[in-house]
Nanobody, 123 residues
Framework: QVQLVESGGGLVQAGESLTLSCAASGTIFSANAMGWYRQAPGKQRELVGVAANGEITTYADPVKGRFTISRDNAKNTVYLQMNSLKPEDTAVYYC?????????????????WGQGTLVTVSS
């Protein structure tokens, strides 16, 4: 199995920055894309951004210019650098990865979610 472990959430004031990390562990995993989603209280989960292979990164409009996603492929880790945070960025942030998991006698395509980390931005 592949697990995603997130870290870096917390409470910050508006205008401050925060960086989230997400590392894949478990069986051998080759990620095609790693990214972040978020879910605010009472709202549906929404895309924040995704970094696909080939350094193709897309962002949702509300975070463009403020958030940056980067990947360390050697460590199977994805980061979310969040600058100029706003109260409306308050949400549980979830890491997501799509790729190929390799076991001793077979391989399969998987999509994996992290457990979520809470980011709270106070005004």
């Amino acid at each position: 199995q592949v697990q995603l472990v997130e870290s870096g959430g917390g409470l910050v004031q508006a205008g401050e920055s925060l960086t989230l990390s997400c590392a894949a562990s478990g069986t051998i995993f080759s990620a095609n894309a790693m990214g972040w989603y978020r879910q605010a209280p009472g709202k549906q989960r929404e895309l924040v951004g995704v970094a696909a292979n080939g350094e193709i990164t897309t962002y949702a409009d509300p975070v463009k210019g403020r958030f940056t996603i980067s990947r360390d492929n050697a460590k199977n880790t994805v980061y979310l650098q969040m600058n100029s945070l706003k109260p409306e960025d308050t949400a549980v942030y979830y890491c997501n990865a799509k790729g190929r998991a390799y076991y001793s006698d077979y391989a399969e395509s998987v999509e994996v979610w992290g457990q979520g980390t809470l980011v709270t931005v106070s005004s």
